[in-house]
């Protein structure tokens, strides 16, 4: 079962190589699972029974499921549908020497950049189209190994593997082809799209890794792709939701925009999505405002983004006991700033679940002389004040476009979502 799950994670993913791509495959999926499609521009007519799903700009996805008896608690999992990478800025082409032609990117997020080097890369995102005196959003993939970021030889730097700090408008422009070439960027785009050149007005495209998500080990017990943080936290927490009862309380799959920028956009966990989704749920039902801040004070989210395992090269970087490792479990993540929203409370809640539904679980703290990252809960939380523990799966290698993680985790955490919304 661990395999299978992982297979499919990984199937997920390949489907999935932007913000973008990953809402349109929830959709796909839950649509098919009767989940139905609201716009947040109509009147919601939201009935006990029904099972729906919003999204906003395109890149964040909040479903949720109503049981019949209505409930009044919300059970929220949120995790987040962007990885760190390099966007396409705007007139991208730059010819070198008359010889080559390469593209102009700038940083989306904070990533590793070395692993960006010398892999086969593509571009997908979303153009913006006129068409018939209308505009249109269409979503772009260019499903083949398009690109590519040549390091430059030892011979010409030989202190390189003492250390090299990278500048991205110098070092990490990808080669797309030959000058001259009638390939244009820009024509390439438009085919992919399935549309003319110049009924392009916009785009909003990013680079992503080619190279094929794997299960490998001594013992196939580990899992790599690129996008794991969060996309590996989404899928559980959507596949526990297409899983799980929903019958105790109102069922909240939520993901967000924009987590590795901060979250402060109208599609990320600063923006009132959440809140507003929540707001219209109550008051479809039928709900005043005050019932809205009752249900909120007896509902409960879990802020899925992934965590960092011990690193087998780099043991010293992890806190002297609080040590998550790959394959045992579900990681619950502290942190006295308040980075991390978990406390005593949200920790038990969540403990309880893990062992309701079976599924190891394992703490992570970082060392006291560390800042570590920050996620999607606490911010969250300013918007809808509900008690929240942070969690995540424990990986390596986090914002590598090539990421690694436990294969048997992913199940761990599909069935305490499962469990959580029973
Ligand atoms: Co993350």
């Given at each position: 079962m661990y395999y299978e799950t992982a297979e499919k994670l990984l199937t997920f993913i390949r489907k999935s190589p932007t913000a973008f791509h990953a809402v349109d495959t929830m959709k796909n999926i839950l649509a098919e699972q009767g989940f139905q499609e609201l716009s947040e521009k109509d009147y919601w007519k939201l009935v006990p029974g029904g099972q729906y799903m919003v999204t906003r700009n395109n890149s964040a996805l909040i479903a949720f499921s109503i049981p019949e008896?209505?409930?009044?608690r919300f059970h929220i999992m949120a995790s987040h549908s962007d990885s760190p990478t390099f966007k396409i800025k705007e007139n991208p082409e730059i010819t070198v020497e008359k010889a080559y032609v390469k593209l102009n990117v700038e940083k989306y997020?904070?990533?590793?950049?070395?692993?960006?080097?010398d892999r086969p890369l593509s571009v997908a995102g979303r153009v913006v189209v006129s068409e018939n005196g209308e505009i249109k959003e269409k979503l772009v993939d260019i499903d083949r190994d398009l690109l590519m970021i040549p390091s430059l030889a030892i011979h010409m730097n030989r202190e390189v593997n003492s250390g090299y700090a990278y500048n991205p408008q110098k070092d990490l422009l990808p080669l797309y082809g030959t000058?001259?070439?009638?390939?244009?960027f820009g024509k390439t785009i438009a085919e992919a799209a399935g549309v003319?050149?110049?009924?392009?007005?916009s785009h909003d495209l990013f680079l992503y890794s080619r190279t094929r998500g794997a299960v490998w080990g001594a013992e196939k017990e580990f899992v790599s792709a690129g996008r794991l943080d969060d996309l590996q936290c989404a899928f559980a927490s959507m596949e526990g939701l297409l899983s799980?009862?929903?019958?105790k309380s109102i069922a909240v799959h939520c993901v967000m925009d924009n987590e590795e920028v901060?979250?402060?956009?109208?599609?990320?966990?600063?923006?009132?999505f959440l809140k507003d989704t929540l707001l219209r749920i109550n008051s479809g039902l039928g709900r005043t405002y005050e019932e809205y801040l009752m249900s909120l004070a007896d509902s409960f989210m879990i802020s899925a983004d992934n965590a960092h395992a011990l690193h087998p090269n780099y043991?010293?970087?992890?806190?002297p006991v609080n040590r998550p490792l790959l394959n045992k479990g579900i990681v619950i993540k502290y942190n006295a700033n308040q980075?991390?929203?978990?406390d005593a409370v949200s920790a038990a809640r969540f403990k309880d679940i893990c062992t309701r539904a079976e599924v190891p679980f394992q703490t992570f703290v970082n060392r006291s002389d560390m800042a570590g990252g920050s996620t999607l809960g606490n911010i969250s939380n300013t918007q809808v004040p509900v008690n929240t523990v942070d969690i995540g799966l424990p990986q390596l290698?986090?914002?590598?476009?090539y990421e690694t993680a436990g294969v048997k985790d992913t199940y761990s955490l599909i069935k305490a979502a499962e469990l959580f919304f029973e």
């Open positions: 008896n209505a409930p009044h997020g904070g990533m590793l950049m070395s692993p960006w080097f000058a001259g070439t009638e390939e244009t003319r050149e110049e009924d392009i007005l799980g009862e929903k019958k901060g979250s402060g956009t109208k599609q990320g966990a600063a923006s009132t043991t010293d970087m992890t806190d980075k991390y929203c978990t290698a986090m914002h590598s476009p």
